[in-house]
């Protein structure tokens, strides 16, 4: 009797196919979104919610605060947001000029802020944001004191959670004409961008960089600094030292328009212990009132949200859940008044995916129009809908945040906190720091981890 | 889940009678707070009381009924998510004599806990409502009058409550942004009453004249002995 095939845990399909991938070409495989692997998440958290210990607001009735300051502290004109929830740092050129305008609109609608990319920043996503985060990267491509002076807030990008320690990334199909023009570089030619920032490299220099851009707008707006979150204690440490007014720690769960994939599977530390230890960090410092942390990785939900700010976040960003939100990986576009949603599945099934399993943002064939610089394929993204959905998605996620904010009681978001929370797995609790539910156990707690 | 009780005297020839006018409340609070009692004399200075079991034990020890005073204020507890103990009975006391009674529970105390142990201030139980009163004394040391104070502990502390707070010469509620927990006021001839029921209030001698009301949310009341 012939015996049944017997799969190799260590050589599973996926990996042989990756390996013959790998042998054809001689180089790594570059590709988009974020790590596609199962990692302790907030999903392996849940909230202890009122009963008769303590009592829930009503719903309808009692008022809940979602209000967020960023840079309080020293900022002349703090970033005031009517929610807690941001749109990360995303470039023109790895998005199309409509997806961002896209954002940029659905965000001004609900009272939040957009974030510019790697690239500059575009006079549209100036227009249709209210509230503009302008990030500074190594490549400084299409940075501008112009720019510098028009943003509500500067992000020095320091690393993301897709790739800490890795530089950006734009693929020669993307590098269109304008996109070209902006970052003073060769249409069609691939982008490497910097790993490193070409002024400044640790904290004591980062101090300096900080003082300038402070100078540079006046001290009007806050100074962010973003990282990927790998040595978050120190990091968020030395961040706070070198002056950072808001600190954003990327989890490894965090995306990309373009990266190795070896960086984006296996790179830095899930968002769940990454926000624990920044909000540990700057409570060490004791300057957790003044400072406020930003998380962002693998953000889906309210409950992620929730979940994010009990354990010590004063907001989230969120990137690849706002590009799902655009239409990312359905398969129709959104259509438009002269036109209905067309069905796209043949252009992901050409690209090697389906829709729900696209992760093709680099090839810059873009089914749907977002992460494009084509034209046509722009065109499939209707702004006016895209960002309609947007909206609503960011509203949805308010809602489903204090719904859980108000079961615990709570008459403003920020109210959360860690006793809110229980874990459902060993692992989660030891990384949040919070009890394995039905127990008092803190898997860790006192070993003096940091 | 507590009971409060109250009584400040205005009228120096009453005030031979406080105990044993605010026995009878303080008593009928028990079914509210049956774990624990304690209260808090306002006389020649501050006496504290507290003790394991019902209000009728420890105002039968102290021989409540026969002494008198200022103002006195008490609570009958029933544990919520910390300790029965004596510990953890009220009324707690922010610095030497500002004393605080709650009815209700703290939403986020362990994060003001947590601020306020960071600055150097220490506690005695793992009490919510001892946090609320260690914020108080803080804002007392600080330079702020009672009324502020006690006004500025929404900005900190969420959750439901009504709070009661006495110091020698004075006593001020304050109740949750929805008025969730219970009051009521009766403000008689000589005397100023408070009770988580009405009830408790209705054998006060004069309380048909009394003017009798239920403090609005958030809203800070005080009266001078
Ligand atoms: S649908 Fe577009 S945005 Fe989404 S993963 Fe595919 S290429 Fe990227």
Not at chain 1, 314 to 326: F, N, W
Not at chain 2, 93 to 119: E, I, K, P, Q, W
Request: aromatic content about 4%; hydrophobic content about 40%; glycine content about 10%.
């Amino acid at each position: 009797m012939p015996r049944t095939p017997r799969p190799s845990a260590t050589f599973p399909a996926a990996v042989i196919e990756q390996i013959h991938e790998l042998s054809d070409v001689g180089h790594y495989e570059i590709r988009g979104w974020g790590a596609k692997r199962a990692v302790p998440s907030f999903d392996d958290l849940t909230f202890l919610t009122s009963s008769l210990t303590r009592y829930p607001l009503e719903g309808y009735r009692e008022a809940i605060d979602t209000t967020t300051v960023l840079g309080a502290g020293r900022a002349e004109r703090p970033l005031v947001l009517d929610v807690p929830i941001t749109i990360a740092g995303m470039s023109f050129g790895s998005l199309s000029a409509a997806a961002k305008e896209a954002l940029g609109r659905a965000a001004s609608a609900v009272g939040t802020s957009t974030t510019t990319g790697d690239g500059g920043m575009t006079p549209e996503e100036r227009q249709a944001s209210a509230k503009l985060v302008y990030q500074c990267l190594p490549s400084r491509y299409g940075f501008t004191p112009a720019d510098l002076r028009v943003a509500d807030a500067v992000e020095v990008v320091v690393g993301q959670g897709a790739k800490p320690g890795g530089g950006g990334m734009l693929l020669g199909q993307k590098v269109g004409e304008r996109v070209a023009a902006m970052r003073t570089l060769p249409e069609g030619v691939d982008q490497r961008s910097a790993s490193r920032h070409p002024d400044w490299t640790g904290p004591d220099d980062l101090r300096i960089k900080i003082d300038e851009l402070r100078e540079a707008t006046d001290g009007q707006v806050p100074i962010f600094v973003k990282m990927g979150a790998t040595r978050v204690p120190y990091d968020v440490k030395l961040a706070v030292a070198a002056g950072a007014d808001v600190v954003v720690v990327d989890g490894m769960q965090g995306g990309t328009g373009a990266t190795q994939d070896v960086f984006i599977e296996h790179t830095g530390i899930p968002t769940l212990p990454a926000v624990r230890q920044a909000a540990e960090a700057l409570r060490d410092l004791d300057v957790h009132h003044d400072v406020q942390l930003i998380v962002s990785g693998g953000i889906r939900s309210g409950a992620d949200v929730a979940k994010a700010l009990a354990l010590g976040a004063d907001a989230v960003s969120i990137g690849v859940a706002a590009l799902v939100a655009l239409g990312c990986n359905r398969s129709t576009t959104t259509g438009d008044d002269r036109s209905p949603p067309e069905d796209v599945t043949d252009d992901y099934l050409a690209l090697g995916a389906t829709p729900g399993t696209c992760h093709h943002c680099h090839t810059g064939r873009c089914p749907v129009g977002i992460t494009t610089q084509d034209p046509e394929l722009e065109a499939r993204l209707d702004v006016e809908r895209a960002s309609r959905r947007v909206e609503n998605y960011l509203r949805s996620l308010t809602m489903e945040l204090t719904t859980l904010a108000r079961a615990c009681g709570k008459s403003d978001v920020h109210n959360l906190e860690p006793e809110d929370l229980v874990a459902l797995t060993v692992e989660a609790a030891a990384m949040a720091g919070v009890p394995l539910a039905g127990t008092s156990w803190v898997p860790g707690a006192g070993a003096g981890l940091p | 889940m507590c009971g409060i009780a109250g009584l400040l005297i205005t009228d120096p020839d009453q005030r031979p009678q406080l105990g044993a006018l605010l026995a009878p409340i303080f008593e009928a609070m028990t079914p509210r707070g049956p774990d624990s009692a304690g209260l808090a004399l306002y006389g020649d200075g501050v006496e504290v009381h507290k003790q394991v079991g019902p209000a009728t034990k420890l105002t039968a020890d102290m021989a409540l009924a026969d002494r008198g005073g200022t103002c006195g204020i008490a609570h009958t507890r029933m544990a919520t998510e910390s300790a029965v103990t004596t510990e953890g009975c009220h009324p707690f006391m922010a610095g030497d004599d500002v004393g605080l009674v709650h009815n209700g529970s703290f939403s986020n105390y362990a994060t003001v806990r947590r601020d306020l142990a960071a600055t150097g201030v220490s506690f005695d139980s793992d009490n919510d409502s001892e946090v609320c009163c260690r914020l108080l004394a803080e804002q007392l040391a600080a330079g702020a009058g009672l009324a502020e104070a006690l006004g500025s502990v929404p900005d900190r502390m969420d959750g439901f409550y009504t709070l009661l707070v006495a110091t020698p010469s004075e006593m001020a509620i304050l109740r949750d942004p929805a008025g969730c927990k219970p009051a009521v006021v009766a403000e008689g001839s000589g005397w100023v009453a408070v009770a988580s029921e009405y009830h408790a209030l209705s054998e006060l001698p004069g309380i048909d004249e009394a003017h009798v009301f239920e403090p609005a949310p958030l809203e800070v009341h005080t009266w001078r002995a």
